[in-house]
């Protein structure tokens, strides 16, 4: 897909605020850092909408990206952060539960885990509740620029298993410098928005 239009249209962080349009969503979520703002950035081909390295700390929203008038991104805030408090990660939690569980708009999520290593314990504890729930899930795998071709078997191989993934379930190598994977990850998204 070839993007012309997106903007941000509005950060939520309870339902109440999520846009009435009843367009499609497709949600992006990963652990801090992972390159989730890049993805976003590479895939609308623009450098800065979504902010690159958001600092911990800063508000916790949920993001609605308007793309074309036909369909949202939601950039679901990055889990990970050592330093955010049990209160803050709880009301994190609620956020996403809340989101994920109940938007009826939401026909898939796009699973961010970094190439170069194994999938954190958050990673796993992701991909299984899109599982458990029937959520369907597009992994990306981020900054495969880092990794040499000839490994980037033994790093697919490495990822899956310790995700325990379903071999329904697309894969995507992704680089945002090389931009690899961006025609492959546009498909697999226009999937979920026939
Ligand atoms: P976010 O916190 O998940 O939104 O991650 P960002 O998109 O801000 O990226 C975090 C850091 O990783 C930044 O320094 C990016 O420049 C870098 N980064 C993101 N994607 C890639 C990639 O595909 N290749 C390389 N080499 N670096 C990347």
Same mark, same amino acid.
């Given at each position: 897909?070839?993007?012309?239009?997106?903007?941000?249209?509005?950060?939520?962080?309870?339902?109440?605020?999520?846009?009435?349009?009843?367009?499609?969503?497709?949600?992006?979520?990963?652990?801090?850092?992972?390159?989730?703002?890049?993805?976003?950035?590479?895939?609308?081909?623009?450098?800065?909408?979504?902010?690159?390295?958001?600092?911990?700390?800063?508000?916790?929203?949920?993001?609605?990206?308007?793309?074309?008038?036909?369909?949202?991104?939601?950039?679901?805030?990055?889990?990970?952060?050592?330093?955010?408090?049990?209160?803050?990660?709880?009301?994190?939690?609620?956020?996403?539960?809340?989101?994920?569980?109940?938007?009826?708009?939401?026909?898939?999520?796009?699973?961010?885990?970094?190439?170069?290593? +194994?999938?954190?314990? +958050?990673?796993?504890?992701?991909?299984?509740?899109?599982?458990?729930?029937?959520?369907?899930?597009?992994?990306?795998?981020?900054?495969?620029?880092?990794?040499?071709?000839?490994?980037?078997?033994?790093?697919?191989?490495?990822?899956?298993?310790?995700?325990?993934?379903?071999?329904?379930?697309?894969?995507?190598?992704?680089?945002?410098?090389?931009?690899?994977?961006?025609? +492959?990850?546009?498909?697999?998204? +226009?999937?979920?928005?026939?």
């Amino acid at each position: 897909m070839k993007v012309n239009q997106a903007e941000i249209v509005m950060s939520a962080v309870s339902k109440a605020q999520y846009p009435d349009t009843h367009l499609k969503e497709i949600a992006l979520a990963g652990r801090s850092n992972v390159g989730k703002s890049s993805f976003i950035n590479t895939l609308l081909g623009r450098k800065n909408l979504a902010r690159t390295s958001s600092k911990p700390g800063k508000t916790q929203t949920l993001n609605f990206y308007l793309i074309e008038n036909q369909f949202y991104f939601v950039d679901v805030p990055g889990y990970g952060y050592a330093k955010v408090s049990k209160k803050e990660r709880a009301k994190w939690g609620k956020m996403i539960d809340e989101y994920l569980l109940e938007r009826e708009e939401l026909e898939a999520v796009v699973s961010l885990v970094d190439f170069r290593h +194994e999938p954190s314990k +958050e990673d796993c504890q992701m991909y299984q509740f899109l599982k458990y729930y029937d959520i369907p899930v597009i992994v990306v795998a981020t900054k495969a620029d880092k990794i040499p071709r000839g490994k980037w078997n033994k790093h697919e191989s490495m990822i899956k298993k310790a995700l325990d993934f379903d071999k329904e379930d697309d894969f995507i190598i992704f680089s945002s410098v090389t931009k690899q994977g961006k025609e +492959e990850a546009w498909q697999a998204i +226009e999937h979920y928005l026939a």
